[in-house]
C-alpha cells in the first residue's frame, strides 16, 4: 500500500477534496429535482419519461461502481478521483448546449460516469488518511457537505430555474469542479492503491452491469410483458453473478463479506432499505409543489430543504457519536424516526397544508442524519484496512441501487396510474395517486430496515488494520 505521511496539512486537503466534492456532486443531483418540470417542459417529455432525468444519471453511476473501485485499486484513487471530477465538470459544460432530450439524457448519463469515479474515491482516501479513532467526525464533516449540497440545491438551483433557466444549474457546478480539479493537482500529495487487488475481474464486471440494467430497464417498462422478460434476465443474471463472484479469487466484489461479517451484511442491507425509501422524495414533492399546489421553483426549493437542512446540522454531530456509541442504537433510531417522517407524509394531498409537510421534512432530515454516518462507520470498520475500497464501494452501491428503486418503484407508479402522457390538471388526482402508493411503500421500506439494523450486531469491532 503506498501512503504517504498523514500529516495534519495532508488530512486537511484530503477533508477539504472530500467536502467540496461531496457538495458539488450532491448540489447537481438535487437542484436537477427542482427543475424537472421546467426541463420535461422545454422537451415536451411524458410522465413516465421525465422519470429518467435522474434514472439515467443514477443508473449509469451505479453500474461502474463496483468496477471503478477495483480500477482505483490497480491505479490509484487519487488518479481515478481526478478523472471523474474532470469528466463530471466537462459533462456539465456541454449538457448546457441540449438540443433534445436524447441528447440531454445521454450527457447526465456520461456525467453518471464521472460521478461514479469520484463516489467511490471520496471515502476512501478519507479512510486511509484518517485515524480509527477520527474516522466518524471525518465521515461526519465530509457527509454534511453532501446534505449541505442536497439543502441549497433545491433552494438555489429554483432560483437559478426561475431567473436563469435550468442550464444555469450545470454552469453553475462548473466552478467547484475547476477548484477541485486544481486543488487535487496541485495540494494533494501521494498516491493510494491496493497491491492486494490482484487480477481485474472482467467477466464480473460485465455480469453485474448487464443485471442492473436489465433490471432497471425491465422496471421501467412493467407492466408490459417485455418489462417482465427483462426482469428475468436480470434475475438470471445475478445468480449467475453470486456464482461467478464466489468462485474467482479475485471478485469484482466481496459477496464472501456478507457471509463472513453480520456487521457489514447487515449494514448495508440497512443502508439498501433506507435510500429506497427515501430518495424519491424531493424529486416527488418538487413535482407535487410545483404542479399541484402551483408554486415557483424558487419556493418550492425553500420548502424541500428542510430535510437536508437538518441533516446538514446534525451529520457531524452523529459522526462524533459513532466513534463512541453503538451504531446499531444510532442508525435504527434514525430509521424508525425516517418511518414517522413518512407515515406523516402519507396524508399529503391536493389540499395539505404546507406546516405538515414542512413537519414530515424536518422529521426525516433528523432521521437521516441518526442513520447515515454511524452506519458507514460500522461498515468501513468492519473491514480490515485492504479492503476499505471495497467496503465504501459496496455501501455506494447500496445508496445508488437504492435510489435506483426508489426511482424505478416511482416511475412504475405513474406508468400504472398517469401514463405516457405530460402532467396536466387533469391527471393530477393520478398523479396524487401515483405519489401516496410510492410513500406506502417507501413506509414498508424503512420499518424494514430497522429490523435489518437491529440485527446487525451490538458494537463495532476494532479490525487488525
Known amino acids: 500500500m503506498d501512503q504517504k505521511s498523514n500529516s495534519r496539512s495532508q488530512k486537511i486537503v484530503v477533508l477539504f477534496i472530500a467536502t467540496l466534492g461531496s457538495f458539488f456532486s450532491s448540489f447537481m443531483l438535487s437542484s436537477i429535482n427542482i427543475a424537472i418540470p421546467s426541463i420535461s417542459a422545454e422537451f415536451s417529455m411524458n410522465a413516465v419519461?421525465?422519470?429518467?432525468?435522474?434514472?439515467?444519471?443514477?443508473?449509469?453511476?451505479?453500474?461502474?461502481?463496483?468496477?471503478?473501485?477495483?480500477?482505483?485499486d490497480h491505479f490509484g484513487y487519487k488518479k481515478v478521483f481526478l478523472i471523474g471530477n474532470i469528466i463530471f465538470t466537462v459533462i456539465a459544460l456541454a449538457t448546457v448546449f441540449s438540443t433534445s432530450d436524447t441528447m440531454f439524457l445521454a450527457l447526465r448519463a456520461i456525467q453518471g460516469i464521472g460521478s461514479a469515479m469520484v463516489i467511490v474515491t471520496n471515502l476512501?482516501?478519507?479512510?486511509?488518511?484518517?485515524?480509527q479513532s477520527e474516522r466518524g467526525k471525518a465521515y461526519g464533516i465530509a457527509l454534511a457537505a453532501v446534505y449541505l449540497g442536497i439543502s441549497t440545491g433545491p433552494f438555489l438551483g429554483g432560483l437559478l430555474t426561475q431567473f436563469f433557466g435550468w442550464r444555469s444549474l450545470f454552469i453553475a457546478t462548473i466552478p467547484f469542479g475547476l477548484l477541485l480539479i486544481i486543488t487535487v493537482i496541485w495540494k494533494l500529495?501521494?498516491?493510494?492503491?491496493?497491491?492486494?487487488?490482484?487480477k481485474f475481474d472482467l467477466a464480473?464486471?460485465?455480469?453485474?452491469?448487464?443485471?442492473?440494467?436489465?433490471?432497471?430497464?425491465?422496471?421501467?417498462?412493467?407492466?408490459?410483458?417485455?418489462?417482465?422478460l427483462l426482469i428475468t434476465v436480470a434475475v438470471i443474471c445475478l445468480i449467475i453473478f453470486l456464482w461467478w463472484e464466489n468462485r474467482v479469487s479475485n471478485p469484482v466484489?466481496?459477496?464472501k463479506l456478507f457471509r463472513k461479517s453480520r456487521l457489514f451484511a447487515f449494514s448495508n442491507l440497512a443502508a439498501l432499505f433506507n435510500y429506497a425509501a427515501t430518495m424519491a422524495i424531493a424529486f416527488l414533492l418538487s413535482l407535487y409543489l410545483q404542479y399541484i399546489k402551483g408554486m415557483s421553483p424558487s419556493t418550492a426549493g425553500l420548502i424541500i430543504i428542510a430535510s437536508p437542512i437538518f441533516q446538514t446540522i446534525l451529520t457531524p454531530?452523529?459522526?462524533?457519536?459513532?466513534?463512541?456509541?453503538?451504531?446499531?442504537?444510532?442508525?435504527?433510531?434514525?430509521?424508525?424516526?425516517?418511518?414517522?417522517?413518512?407515515?406523516?407524509?402519507?396524508?399529503?394531498?391536493?389540499?395539505?397544508?404546507?406546516?405538515?409537510?414542512?413537519?414530515?421534512?424536518?422529521?426525516?432530515?433528523?432521521?437521516?442524519?441518526?442513520?447515515?454516518?454511524?452506519?458507514?462507520?460500522?461498515?468501513?470498520?468492519?473491514?480490515?484496512?485492504?479492503?476499505?475500497?471495497?467496503?465504501?464501494?459496496?455501501?455506494?452501491?447500496?445508496?445508488?441501487i437504492g435510489g435506483m428503486l426508489a426511482q424505478a418503484i416511482t416511475m412504475l407508479m405513474f406508468a400504472l396510474f398517469i401514463g405516457k402522457v405530460e402532467i396536466s390538471p387533469e391527471y393530477y388526482p393520478a398523479f396524487l395517486s401515483a405519489m401516496r402508493m410510492v410513500f406506502i411503500i417507501s413506509t414498508v421500506f424503512c420499518i424494514s430496515g430497522v429490523f435489518l439494523s437491529q440485527a446487525r450486531g451490538k458494537k463495532i469491532t476494532e479490525m487488525v488494520k
Not at 443508473?59 to 480500477?71: D, G, Y
Not at 455480469?207 to 421501467?220: C, E, F, K, N, Q
Not at 402519507?346 to 406546516?355: A, D
Open 204 to 228: 464480473g464486471s460485465l455480469i453485474y452491469m448487464v443485471s442492473l440494467l436489465t433490471l432497471i430497464y425491465g422496471l421501467s417498462l412493467l407492466p408490459s410483458l417485455n418489462g417482465f
Open 124 to 131: 476512501v482516501i478519507v479512510t486511509y488518511v484518517f485515524p
Open 317 to 400: 454531530v452523529a459522526g462524533r457519536l459513532s466513534d463512541r456509541i453503538d451504531p446499531r442504537f444510532l442508525s435504527s433510531s434514525g430509521l424508525g424516526i425516517n418511518s414517522i417522517g413518512l407515515i406523516i407524509l402519507l396524508t399529503v394531498g391536493q389540499g395539505t397544508p404546507l406546516w405538515v409537510i414542512i413537519t414530515g421534512l424536518i422529521i426525516m432530515g433528523i432521521g437521516s442524519a441518526l442513520f447515515v454516518t454511524p452506519n458507514t462507520n460500522a461498515i468501513v470498520s468492519s473491514v480490515e484496512k485492504h479492503m476499505y475500497g471495497i467496503a465504501t464501494a459496496t455501501l455506494s452501491t447500496m445508496r445508488q
Open 49 to 72: 419519461a421525465i422519470n429518467w432525468i435522474s434514472m439515467s444519471f443514477i443508473l449509469s453511476s451505479t453500474i461502474l461502481l463496483v468496477p471503478f473501485v477495483k480500477l482505483a
Open 253 to 255: 466484489l466481496e459477496v
Open 189 to 198: 500529495k501521494g498516491e493510494w492503491t491496493n497491491r492486494q487487488a490482484g
